[in-house]
């Protein structure tokens, strides 16, 4: 009899997935949970304005109160989650989308294409990239599809970087050479054979880039330069908020939460995989 | 040493010449100008006299080289709005925003790096956790809500500190008033920015202390904080101060946010003002103070990073 063989090296045997992870992870799916069903909670006439009912601290009626318009705070952060939920998926798909097909060809062809990527990277990492988002931002922040698309083509420039460095350790591994040597297109070798074995790193790359995305809606929103009202995105709940900070605190306590959960699940999740990736890092 | 210095200074006028070019077109990219919001009761002609006065009617890569060589010269051009001039009003509000935004960058570092060496030399253990859960997070804290709570706390609830501005308007200006109006942005800003160095500052100490120098420091039975603060702490530094050199500009771009929180007359403000209004040459003069900041900031970290640790500097070497 042979003996069993250990089909997994013994480092990864038996360990558990970083609690960060866990955590970070159900989070994420109960903030999305609340942001896909919003709709259903806020029933007919939802987000109406209530004159007779402005600036109501939080109570049985309105847990989170009621801000300036007599509108409902609780209602107004959840479908705000919906907006800013949404801004950061599709940027952070806009931003995969430039990052990994650039960072994939920089990797794998290195030479005069990975100097070219690469440099032009540096160079859009050199822009005082929050001035030049204010200026986009003021342009085409109003609208939802030029928001996502601005903010997507500001963000990329992490996701190439760890992708390129992804793909130029797995280059010369044995079963990408095999695929050359089968005679597969570099296109078939890039997309069925680095892509699946990169996932991890551009997974991190992805939470990150979407943790950034949520931030940055939020300050656009926050200076006007966003989607603008009555869109209830947790920013431009924030711009409102602002000017009552005297009269109605609580209307700025919540969409700020928010927004911290949110970041701090996407954090917890790119912590999570890289703690996996490099256990050296580990707190615990 | 000093080659390495001058190469690296000289790659970076080139990069300055493209981040301006592509600045200049992303400016002028956009739908609208100056003129939008003039009001109806100005003649089309005036208005098209105007532009022609200030130069807007060349096409745009003579504009952009006409702004060159004026900058090149000194003169960062006058305001389409005010009229003043771009280097006056940068030099009026810089102060402001260097004060508040280099204070709470150097308590922050200091309290930060102190911080990332405790929890790295105590790794696993209680005080590493709570380093790590708070950093984790004052991390995901957005600063312009943190700052509108704790104006809503401090200056609103308990009205211990003013709400903003960087002194009591219409009093005459004394130390004790000034620093009450600094106290609550610096704080708010000093803790949102400790997490970024301690948590670099922990991984990169746990990095180094397995590193074979300083095992080879340890067999030579030197004393436990002579091997960390003359040899394991000084290359355990490179990638905070590479983080220092990228985040001095973000820092400075993201003024915008702190500076309308606080109310605060800085850079940000005036770029802000300027964004809304298509003030082209504000705009390019800001854009110009931050990239010069940008790759200078990198510049100067390279260099530090070059003395720190001598790996650097003899990689060009071999």
């Not at chain 1, 209602?75 to 798909?93: I, K, N, P, Q, Y």
């Amino acid at each position: 009899m042979m003996p069993a063989v250990e089909s997994r090296p013994p480092h990864v045997a038996g360990r558990r997935a970083p609690a960060g992870l866990v955590w970070g992870l159900g989070l994420l799916g109960v903030l999305v949970a609340i942001s896909v069903f919003a709709p259903l909670f806020a029933g007919a006439g939802r987000d109406a304005v209530h004159l007779e009912i402005r600036r109501l601290g939080p109570s049985w009626q309105h847990w989170f109160g009621t801000d300036d318009l007599g509108r409902d705070t609780l209602l107004r952060v959840l479908l705000g989650g919906r907006v800013s939920l949404a801004v950061a998926l599709l940027s952070t798909l806009v931003s995969l989308l430039i990052g990994t097909s650039l960072g994939l060809v920089a990797g794998y062809r290195g030479g005069r294409v990975d100097a070219l990527v690469s440099h032009s990277t540096d160079v859009v990492l050199s822009m005082p990239m929050f001035f030049v988002l204010l200026v986009l931002g003021s342009y085409w922040g109003a609208g939802f599809a030029t928001l996502c698309l601005v903010i997507g083509l500001t963000n990329w420039m992490p996701v190439a970087r760890l992708v390129r460095a992804a793909t130029q350790s797995l280059r010369d591994r044995a079963f990408v050479e095999a695929g050359r040597a089968l005679g597969y297109t570099t296109r078939r070798i890039l997309l069925r054979h680095v892509l699946p074995n990169a996932a991890a790193p551009i997974l991190v790359a992805a939470a990150l880039a979407a943790s950034q995305a949520i931030l940055i809606e939020a300050a656009l929103g926050f200076l006007g330069m966003g989607l603008r009202p009555p869109t209830a995105s947790w920013g431009v709940m924030l711009r409102d908020a602002q000017e009552h900070v005297f009269d109605a605190p609580w209307v700025a306590l919540f969409p700020g939460g928010m927004l911290c959960l949110t970041t701090l699940a996407l954090q917890a999740v790119a912590d999570g995989i890289r703690d996996r990736l490099d256990p050296r890092l580990r707190h615990a | 040493m000093t080659r390495y210095a001058l190469q690296r200074l000289a790659a970076s006028v080139p990069l300055l010449l493209v981040i301006s070019i592509l600045c200049f077109g992303l400016l002028h990219l956009a739908p609208g100008g100056p003129f939008d919001r003039i009001g109806p009761n100005v003649h089309p002609e005036d208005v098209e006299r105007l532009r022609r006065m200030m130069g807007l009617d060349d096409p745009l890569p003579v504009q952009y080289l006409k702004w060159l060589g004026r900058t090149l010269r000194g003169d960062l051009g006058t305001s389409l709005v005010t009229g003043e001039r771009v280097d006056t009003m940068i030099r009026a509000r810089l102060p402001a925003t260097v004060e508040l935004l280099g204070t709470s960058l150097v308590l922050s570092l200091v309290a930060g790096v102190a911080l990332g060496v405790i929890a790295a030399l105590h790794r696993g253990r209680l005080v590493d956790r709570v380093v790590g859960a708070t950093s984790v997070l004052a991390q995901s804290v957005p600063v312009f809500w943190l700052g509108v709570v704790a104006i809503a706390v401090f200056a609103a609830r308990l009205g211990w500190l003013p709400t903003g501005g960087r002194g009591t308007p219409g009093e005459k200006f004394s130390p004790g008033d000034y620093l009450l109006h600094l106290l609550l942005p610096v704080l708010v800003l000093t803790f949102v920015q400790i997490p970024q160095w301690s948590r670099t500052m922990r991984a990169s100490l746990l990095d180094v202390l397995g590193d074979e120098h300083v095992r080879a420091a340890r067999a030579r039975g030197l004393s436990e904080a002579r091997i960390i603060l003359r040899h394991a702490l000084p290359p355990a530094l490179v990638p905070v101060i590479t983080l220092l050199g990228l985040q001095v500009p973000v820092v400075f771009t993201g003024a915008a946010i702190t500076e309308t929180v606080f109310a605060w007359p800085g850079i940000g403000r005036l770029f802000y003002e300027g964004a809304l209004r298509f003030d082209y040459w504000r705009l390019m003069g800001l854009l110009l103070v931050a990239s010069v900041l940008v790759v200078g900031g990198n510049l100067a970290a390279d260099l530090t990073n070059a003395r720190l640790d001598p790996r650097i500097r003899f990689q060009g070497k071999q």
